[in-house]
């Protein structure tokens, strides 16, 4: 027996995979913060936001849930774009349980029935739940009609209905899960609820400050890097430098903004998010440069290390 396995504690203890699945902005980063009780995946209105295909973890008294989070499937337009597809592709190759999130706020469109299409191929699921979400924000008559809609996207074991911002269900969701589980050991560790470098995770949260400050194409075209990373634990000071990339001189303007004010107001808006990351105070200098066309160079999104790439 593995030391995953004694530390299980019995036979009945349960583990397993499930993948977060749904059109972009269905709620699933969202729902991932809120099931794992802190901030690991960003969020925005902005379409496509996800670009990683990250995992979360999910530990109870008798199983342990690692939710893949994946980016939201949508017809690409750019070498960018199907990467992130394939990421969610992948995801769906191997896990014990599919959760099908659907924005109750929304009609149910093309995009749904493309992603629900996807899947029904999944040939490794034991189970595949459909969850409604954002029902904090809509009438029961909404979320009954909408409940009414989606059972004809397919055969599901189960539809739940759950708020990710007010908590509501998220109980229920873990519960039908884990019925789900197989037996198995505990694939992480206790203490870990992210398999997300801390790294990627900077990246992530200063894009994201990025995607909350522009508009329009610009959110899009923007990469981050991190450059270096110097921790002094003497100083409780943690130093980064990052460089934040886009396609065109126009939208460098766009995000410095007049004077700097642009790129100080990330700056802030991301220091106060990394300190609470970290537990250290953050110095934190950003830097904006061009690089034209790296949405459609695979090479470079691999280098940023979106979808695949990492």
Do not use: C
Not at 21 to 28: D, H
Not at 44 to 50: G, K, L, W
Not at 168 to 197: V, Y
Not at 219 to 239: C, F, N, R, Y
């Amino acid at each position: 027996m593995s030391d995953n396995a004694a530390n299980s504690g019995s036979e009945e203890f349960k583990s397993g995979f499930v993948a977060l699945v749904g059109r972009p902005n269905a709620g699933k980063s969202t729902l991932t913060n809120a099931l794992v009780g802190r901030k690991i995946a960003i969020t925005s209105d902005t379409p496509q936001t996800t670009r990683h295909r990250l995992r979360a973890i999910v530990n109870r008294e008798n199983s342990q849930i690692v939710f893949v989070d994946t980016p939201g499937l949508h017809k690409p337009h750019d070498a960018l774009g199907d990467e992130v597809n394939q990421s969610t592709f992948k995801a769906l190759e191997d896990v014990d349980v599919i959760a099908f999130l659907v924005d109750s706020t929304q009609a149910i469109g093309r995009g749904d029935e493309w992603v629900a299409e996807y899947v029904k191929k999944s040939r490794s699921a034991l189970a595949r739940i459909l969850v409604l979400t954002k029902v904090d924000i809509s009438s029961a008559e909404q979320v009954q009609a909408q409940i009414d809609r989606v059972k004809k996207l397919g055969d599901f074991d189960r539809i739940i209905a759950l708020s990710a911002v007010t908590d509501f269900n998220l109980e229920g969701l873990l519960s039908e899960i884990e019925q789900h589980l197989p037996a198995g050991p505990r694939w992480f560790p206790e203490d870990m609820d992210t398999d997300q470098s801390i790294e990627v995770m900077i990246s992530e949260f200063i894009r994201e400050k990025v995607l909350y400050s522009t508009f329009d194409e610009v959110p899009h075209a923007v990469g981050v890097q991190l450059d270096d990373l110097e921790q002094s634990k003497k100083d409780d000071i943690t130093k980064i430098y990052a460089t934040i990339f886009v396609e065109r001189d126009s939208q460098k303007g766009i995000i410095i903004g007049k004077g700097g004010s642009g790129i100080k107001k990330i700056g802030e808006t991301s220091r106060a998010d990394l300190e609470r990351l970290l537990g250290t105070r953050v110095f934190l200098d950003l830097r904006v440069k061009v690089k034209k066309g790296w949405r459609k160079d695979a090479s470079q999104i691999k280098r940023f290390g979106y979808g695949e790439g990492l």
